[in-house]
């Protein structure tokens, strides 16, 4: 079955730092472009981050320098590492294979003040 499962959300203060990981199954994650977007309430669903075949990344402007996106190739995993979390990072964190237009079931990040 293909499909990812996104986990590591919860509550974190402002400052802090959590960890998502995107499990993938069915497909191979280091041969796809895969991504995570983040979704607010009443917002529309943005790109974050994107890793490449080639380990090559991309971030939104307002994330560079605090979220980090990486690969874990034996695990078949997608990390998004999120430091120095600000209140506007809350949002619902969803992970994406856009070749295969497969999205997980998201994971909710609260950051309070």
């Known amino acids: 079955q293909v499909q990812l499962v996104e986990s590591g959300g919860g509550l974190a203060q402002a400052g802090g730092s959590l960890r998502l990981s995107c499990a993938a199954s069915?497909?191979?994650?280091?041969?796809?472009?895969m991504s995570w977007y983040r979704q607010a309430p009443g917002k529309q669903r943005d790109q974050v981050a994107i890793?490449?075949?080639?380990?090559?990344?991309t971030y939104r402007d307002s994330v560079k320098g605090r979220f980090t996106i990486a690969r874990d190739n034996a695990k078949n995993l997608v990390y998004l590492q999120m430091d120095t979390l600000k209140p506007e990072d809350t949002a619902v964190y969803y992970c994406?294979?856009?070749?295969?237009?497969?999205w997980g079931q998201g994971t909710q990040v609260t950051v309070s003040s």
């Open positions: 994406n294979n856009p070749v295969l237009d497969l």
């Open positions: 069915g497909f191979t994650v280091s041969n796809y472009v």
């Open positions: 890793i490449t075949t080639v380990g090559g990344t």
